[in-house]
């Protein structure tokens, strides 16, 4: 059964970076032709896809963030991570990892960034 | 770009049948494009129910029942219960974008 753990900073700055790692356990995420793609829902509101990493180790991002997310891996630690900088308060947003681009068949919990001074 | 309309919310009564919609506008042409379903209890991450158009990942009840036609997509729960009460998001892809889109979501209430 894979898993996924979000973990991260809970507040950070406006203007600073955002850093989030998504540690996975189940599975390889360099093996199975998986995507491993970031997601955020913003308070009250839908879900937006951020972007994602595939097996790879290639990466796209949403035109709509893209010039300011970065993705990477560490295939050593089977994790993948989410870069955004700047941030603003309209950041703030519960921060989920999910393997998958087409669907997402698994999640992790989800971590809330608050973006605040 | 390509948006995913849901109705606000529905509800209905303990063993009725509610249908939820997804009509896809903008550049999407609809019928190459799957559309996928996931319930989202408050607090916890979205689960996916449906997966391209119709099909249900192990485990998923079989009162969860999808379809798609053209640019229309639904979602039906029958025998509805109340613990089938959440919100419900449909997601497919933008092919202009090559991103994922989701639905702004459906609340479902059971009366």
């Known amino acids: 059964q894979v898993q996924l753990q979000e973990s991260g900073p809970g507040l950070v700055k406006p203007s600073q970076t955002l850093s989030l790692t998504c540690t996975v356990s189940?599975?390889?995420?360099?093996?199975?032709?998986?995507?491993w793609s970031w997601i955020r829902q913003l308070p009250g509101k839908g879900l937006e896809w951020i972007g994602y990493?595939?097996?790879?180790?290639?990466?796209y991002s949403n035109p709509s963030l893209k010039s300011r997310v970065t993705i990477s891996a560490d295939t050593s630690k089977n994790q993948f991570s989410l870069r955004l900088s700047p941030v603003t308060a309209a950041d703030t947003a519960v921060y989920y990892c999910?393997?998958?681009?087409?669907?997402?068949?698994?999640w992790g919990q989800g971590t809330l960034v608050t973006v605040s001074s | 770009q390509s948006v995913l309309t849901q109705p606000p919310s529905v509800s209905g009564a303990p063993g009725q049948r509610v249908t939820i919609s997804c009509t896809e506008g903008?550049?999407?042409?609809?019928?190459?494009?799957?559309v996928h379903w996931y319930q989202q209890f408050p607090g916890t991450a979205p689960k996916l129910l449906i997966y391209?158009?119709?099909n249900r990942p192990s485990g998923v009840p079989d009162r969860f029942s999808g379809s798609k036609s053209g640019t229309s997509a639904s979602l039906t729960i029958t025998g509805l219960q109340a613990e089938d009460e959440a919100d419900y998001y449909c997601?497919?892809?933008?092919?202009?974008?090559?991103?994922?889109?989701f639905g702004g979501g459906t609340k479902l209430t059971v009366l």
């Open positions: 999910a393997r998958g681009y087409d669907s997402f068949d698994y």
């Open positions: 189940g599975g390889s995420i360099t093996s199975g032709q998986h995507y």
């Open positions: 990493i595939y097996y790879t180790g290639s990466t």
């Open positions: 903008g550049s999407n042409t609809g019928a190459a494009y799957y």
């Open positions: 391209g158009n119709t």
């Open positions: 997601q497919s892809s933008d092919s202009s974008l090559s991103v994922s889109i």
